[in-house]
């Protein structure tokens, strides 16, 4: 590796040892880490109450839950896995590799980066210390926490006060590692990385980041509003003082559909390293790709209102948000045309990786495909608050998302450890996670058509097909939370007795495999040069390298 | 000079802060949109901007913030000259002026105390209360951070980062300055106006 040519300074913070360490740490690696580990702890606790909810349901007229303990139920869940697991684990990931990836040193604000981890730490301890000190239990209103429902009359308890002083603090936490990676970026990548040559996983954290920056502040100004209310006795949604629980709506969603997108678009990028790696082509059509994602950050902003359109609204509002709704399916299909297209006559490497992408690819494709049904208004009347809404995101945010971090701590676990995951192990955890995901999540359309509401905590014994489909739904859940069990013992044993990984035992072209696995402190040693979007390649096959101007080949130097 | 407002030309500081000012401009956006849509009903319950705001007073007192604008530029200009000492005395003077606006903001929260006008009295109380007190909250920390800034000049000197503190002190202020601007213009010109 002589033909690296800038050197890169030594960190000067003071290391300590033990679990101080944790606590003081400002390497971006292990801030990355810090985000995975929590995360994967929450969703253990989120998917132990989705258990719970999956048993409830799993015949009528069960005992289990109480409808009250059930509101809680789905409510922890809900907020937990939308903020507290897949947002920070796909920031765990960014945190992890965007300096990697842009041969930086470190995030630009180290320790801004700490302090965002931390805060976000904080609001997920303090949502679960409402179990404790609620004075009634934990918010019951659920992940959405609609007002009046929310408001001081109907939800007396300080368990919903938890709830917004969790989400505020996760907000804060979020919106500064967003601030942190839009200026890394811009300010920290290597010499010879222009924004064409960035890797497309940097590309959409990028947009992310931008997305989390503007959509962030709609949600803290509704909780700072909705406590107004509650504690103060303020009239924002308060009908009867002239307030508007609809503008509570407009609001919120004014964050969640941006939101669902903060929620994918790191993913998309993961698929987009992995998918030309083990297919070994360039990602096909690189520019539309990005192109695609601005797009949809862009548009993410004006679909909102399809969240609504069972509100009263006037007809142009139904038009527009219908279509821009089917809009932003244009570039999302893009997408997928792009990673197939990848995919086409690669030379493919089926990794458990590889596995979980192409899962990926057609679960997501599905679940975007109810979604765009949802853009049509009276489908949505039809099928509003039923299971199939429910089957539509855990479609988009399970199907897609966590498919695609799997996918992504495949691949890039071998890096974070020096080890790789046990492939055998990974195998039967990929079938178990296709099986029950399907299973637990493909009937649940089924039940929605049929008329289940989401959040009813029981049904009655005669309601037509409902009591088989639940119980395959709650088989299906089991045979879940089974493969996740594979997954931590396969993270565990692997990294205790697999087998040792080398720098780059994928064959990948990105700056992380550059530098040892794990990295050392300061990222590399030297930085290779930056001639294309593949620098790795480049070094190794300068007479195919991609993209080189003539005179700027990665022509041997020293440093 | 076109190269000072590149990304680029930008140091990582400033970059934050912009960044920080698009975010807080988005939250306080969305208070102040609340604001404008329940003014906008009619009728109102409890007491009205019309009856309650002084758009004169208020505006002798909004003076002030918007010359920090001017005040934390000169600082800056001084920081990147290195005079230290007059780039701390435009900074110890933006933070007056910072000061001398949130007093007049408390003598008019007294005042409408005074006419039983609180954030439960009505949509109005509730809307201005939540608008002007998050603005204010903004103006109180900038001038934490700026006495900050000070004290760190005040043992290290003008090196490259101070500058930069300075230089992203200026962005906030003209955000906040700028915000108000907005503020004054839906909460208390158009009460005079209706």
Same mark, same amino acid.
């Given at each position: 590796m002589s033909t690296f040519t800038a050197a890169v300074p030594k960190p000067d913070s003071v290391k300590h040892h033990g679990l101080l360490h944790w606590f003081t740490t400002l390497d971006h690696k292990e801030i990355g880490k810090l985000y995975m580990v929590t995360s994967l702890f929450w969703f253990v606790v989120a998917g132990c109450l989705a258990l719970a909810m999956r048993v409830q349901l799993?015949? !009528?007229? =069960? !005992?289990?839950?109480s409808p009250t303990t059930y509101n809680q139920t789905f409510t922890l869940h809900g907020t937990t896995m939308i903020f507290f697991v897949v947002v920070p684990v796909l920031l765990g990931f960014s945190v992890y590799f965007v300096p990697l990836m842009i041969g930086a040193r470190d995030m630009a604000f180290p320790r801004l980066n700490s302090l965002g981890y931390w805060v976000f730490a904080l609001g997920g301890f303090l949502l679960y210390m409402s179990y404790l000190f609620g004075g009634g239990g934990p918010p019951d209103a659920g992940w959405f926490s609609y007002a009046p429902l929310s408001d001081w009359p109907y939800s007396a308890a300080y368990g919903q006060d938890y709830w917004s002083l969790a989400l505020l603090l996760n907000g804060i936490g979020t919106t500064s590692t967003g601030i942190n990676l839009i200026v890394t970026i811009f300010k920290e990548r290597t010499i010879g990385m222009t924004l064409k040559r960035m890797p497309m996983f940097v590309w959409m954290v990028l947009v992310n980041a931008f997305l989390i920056v503007i959509s962030i502040p709609p949600l803290n100004a509704t909780i700072v509003m909705l406590e107004a209310d509650r504690r103060l006795n303020a009239h924002f949604f308060r009908d009867a003082f002239g307030g508007s629980p609809i503008l509570y709506q407009h609001y919120f969603w004014l964050f969640g559909h941006p939101e669902v997108y903060i929620m994918i678009l790191p993913a998309w990028g993961m698929i987009s390293e992995l998918v030309p790696v083990f297919s070994r082509k360039q990602l096909f059509g690189f520019v539309y790709v990005a192109a695609a994602s601005v797009a949809i950050g862009f548009l993410s902003y004006g679909v909102w209102v399809h969240h609504m359109f069972v509100t009263p609204l006037p007809r142009p509002m139904w038009l527009i948000f219908s279509a821009s709704s089917m809009l932003i399916a244009v570039p999302t299909g893009i997408k997928v045309f792009a990673w197939t297209a990848t995919m086409w006559r690669g030379t493919i490497r089926l990794t458990t990786s590889m596995y979980f992408a192409i899962a990926f690819v057609l679960q997501f494709t599905l679940g975007g495909l109810s979604g765009v049904m949802f853009g049509t208004v009276p489908i949505d009347w039809q099928l509003t608050d039923t299971y199939f809404v429910v089957a539509h995101f855990h479609y988009v945010l399970f199907g897609g998302t966590v498919f695609a971090v799997l996918a992504g701590l495949y691949y890039w676990y071998p890096k974070i450890t020096g080890k790789l995951l046990g492939e055998r192990l990974g195998m039967a955890q990929f079938w178990g996670t296709v099986i029950g995901f399907n299973m637990t999540f493909f009937v649940q359309h089924f039940l929605g058509i049929y008329g289940m509401r989401r959040r009813v905590y029981t049904y009655a014994p005669g309601m037509p097909y409902w009591a088989p489909l639940n119980m395959v739904s709650t088989i299906g859940a089991f045979i879940l939370a089974g493969s996740m069990l594979l997954l931590i013992i396969n993270i565990f044993r692997s990294r205790k007795? *697999? =087998?040792? =990984? *080398?720098?780059n035992p994928w064959d990948g072209w990105t700056l992380e495999w550059a530098t040892t696995s794990p990295p050392p402190e300061e990222n590399f040693k030297m930085v290779p040069p930056i001639t294309g979007r593949r620098p790795l390649w480049d070094y190794r096959h300068p007479e195919q390298a991609d993209d080189i101007n003539p005179g700027e080949a990665p022509i041997l130097r020293q440093p | 000079m076109p190269s000072e407002i590149s990304i680029e030309a930008t140091d990582k500081t400033t970059l934050g802060t912009l960044l920080l000012t698009l975010s807080e401009g988005v939250f306080l956006a969305m208070l102040t949109f609340a604001y404008f849509f329940f003014q906008g009903q009619k009728p109102q319950v409890g007491p009205t901007a019309a009856g309650s705001l002084e758009p004169v007073w208020t505006g002798i007192f909004s003076a002030p913030l918007w010359a920090t604008t001017y005040t934390s530029w000169r600082a800056m200009l001084n920081m990147r000259a290195r005079s230290v000492d007059t780039a701390k005395r435009w900074s110890w003077l933006t933070v007056l002026l910072a000061f001398v606006f949130l007093c007049g903001q408390g003598k008019e929260w007294s005042d409408l105390a005074d006419k039983r006008i609180t954030i439960e009295s009505g949509l109005f109380g509730t809307t201005y209360f939540m608008v002007t007190g998050f603005h204010d909250l903004h103006v109180f920390m900038g001038m934490v951070v700026s006495m900050i800034v000070l004290y760190v000049i005040a043992r290290h000197g003008a090196g490259e980062g101070q500058i930069h503190a300075v230089t992203a002190l200026w962005v906030y202020w003209t955000f906040m300055a700028s915000f108000w601007v907005v503020i004054y213009t839906v909460v208390y010109l158009w009460s005079a106006v209706s």
């Open positions: 799993a015949r !009528p007229n =069960a !005992p289990y839950l007795h *697999g =087998a040792i =990984a *080398g720098d | -």
